[in-house]
């Protein structure tokens, strides 16, 4: 067998990941797995309960992602029962979804991925005064003066004389990798120290309109917070003064710290401008909609499918075709009735646990047989890219007018050609870029909300169909979500008035699937065939691509056990094995 590198549990994201990595002679990576170790069992626990309660289990399927489960939750159950909402509810909607992608993006681009690119112990050999000069020279953030960078030396500094590095820990600090300069170095980690705190104030937004964060509430039908400029249990004057300066304060972060750094620190690794892609096959089921779910061609973020890079030639897919969504088992730990060489859509999806994998601990994955406990979603038999980079290319092929300026711009900045929005470099200046087009969008919806308050139209919810007596025997509802990390989709069977079956299809199970009946590998795999590594035993290149994508395996694969056993104890550090 080629020498296999196995990092397991990938850190710095939410959930357990396990890759290996097949080298040739030159140290390239020529085979990766992807294997998901918890397992999947949120549908099962959905089965017989009232649809309209299926948001609040649904977002307990992740600590980061509950905003987005939730909502694709209620417009599934929406859909299946057409329940129009409001357009003050969507409105709030709308808000709350772009509030949610600036939060994640900063959250992962400095405190989950940032760390790839920054030497962090390397900061301490910068001049401050010379970081000042460059962080004058990038933006007007006002925190710039040479004390400020100074100051924030010494408290890296104090943390590595402790001997304890804390957050820092378990990373690979001085790998021949990094490439920033010690000034640019601690840019990012005085950055990095500033977006935990900006958290507080992003996170209003979902406090406000959910009652708190994280899970705030959600309600079929509309929102659960009513619109009343003069009372205290509602949203009035003061709550959209607070929504007001949270928006205003996420557009200055992002034009201010985060664009900046990005095209600060993307010049240092343009090499990543050729690695990282893989599929060349994107997929989003869009965002932000008016009023009418349906219409998709009002979406900002497009529905659609990206075939082999082929930007002139965009397909609106039908979530609802039994023919072309599926998801299949092959590699993965379930059985289907129909065997594992056929797939099922989600509406007859099956959530059926076939564990005949080895025991932890075990030095090597299977992978000829089933060894992820994720299954494998294709559109149309082929395996698909979600994300940041799927919406950009999307808009950008589409010509939303801001997201083709900021491409261009981007590109023009780097000396890049179009190829390089390719890759692992394309989908980090992606989630940066999509920041900027819905910060933007946000302060274009409070607006829109303003007027619409304004104009009288206050009502929040919608209680036509709500009530069971008036449901159909038999209903099927599509619930979609473009969540930070890519397409999610809700799929439900209502059959007297209760769930009869239900199925997730979320971003990190279309990125991290393994093999599928086929034998074709999923965007995590294919992204890092080729890959170089300078030290196979401090596998940096490999959480860079992987990083990238952010993944989410709480989400992907919803760890129950329903019979209270003991699954096996899990490293929180960082385990590296070469053999």
Known sequence: MAERIVVDPITRIEGHLRIEAELDESNKIKNAYSAGTMVRGIEIILQGRDPRDAWAFTQRTCGVCTTVHSFASIRAVEDALNIQIPKAANLIRNLMIAQQYIHDHVMHFYHLHALDWVDVV??????????????????????????????????????????????????????????????????????????????????????????????????????????????????????????????????????????????????????????????????????????????????????????????????????????????FVAHSWYEQSVGDGAGLHPWEGETKFNFTGPQPPYEYLNVEEKYSWLKAPRWAEAPMEVGPLARALVMYAKGHPQMVELVDYTLKTL????????????????????????????????????????????????????????????????????????ALGHWVVIKDQKIDNYQMVVPTTWNASPRDHLDQAGAYEMSLVDTPLAKPEWPLEILRTIHSFDPCMACAIHMVDADGRDLGEVSAGLNVCVS
Request: charged letters at 20%; aromatic letters at 10%.
């Open 122 to 327: 390397n900061a301490l050999q910068a001049d401050p005064a010379e970081t000042s000069r460059i962080q004058q020279a990038i933006s007007r953030w006002p925190n710039s003066s040479p004390a400020y960078f100074a100051d924030v030396q010494k408290k890296v500094q104090a943390i590595v004389d402790s001997g304890q590095l804390s957050i820092f820990a378990n990373a690979y600090w001085g790998h021949p990798a990094y490439k920033l300069p010690p000034e640019v170095n601690l840019l990012g980690v005085a950055h990095y120290l500033e977006a935990l705190d900006a958290q507080r104030t992003f996170t209003k937004i979902h406090t406000i309109f959910g009652g708190k964060n994280p899970h705030p509430n959600f309600l079929v039908g509309g929102v659960p917070f009513p619109i009343d400029l003069n009372s205290d249990a509602a949203l009035n004057t003061e709550r959209l003064g607070i929504i007001k300066d949270s928006i205003d304060r996420m557009i200055q972060f992002v034009d201010q710290v985060y664009i900046p750094d990005l095209l600060a620190i993307a010049p240092y690794y343009l090499e990543y401008a050729g690695i990282g892609e893989g599929l060349g096959n994107f997929l989003t089921w869009g965002e932000f909609p008016d009023t009418d779910n349906s219409d998709t061609s009002k979406f900002l973020v497009p529905r659609a499918v990206i075939m082999n890079r082929d930007l002139s030639n965009i397909i609106e897919p039908d979530p609802n075709d039994f023919a072309k969504m599926k998801e």
């Open 415 to 486: 000396n890049a050609p179009v190829e390089a929005l390719f890759s692992t470099l394309g989908r980090t200046a992606a989630r940066g870029l999509e920041s900027k087009v819905f910060a933007t969008h946000m302060l274009e919806t409070y607006n829109e909300l303003i007027d619409t308050i304004k104009a009288g139209d206050t009502k929040t919810f919608n209680e036509t169909n709500w009530e069971p007596s008036t449901w159909p025997k038999e209903a099927k509802g599509f619930g979609y979500m473009e969540a930070p990390r890519g």
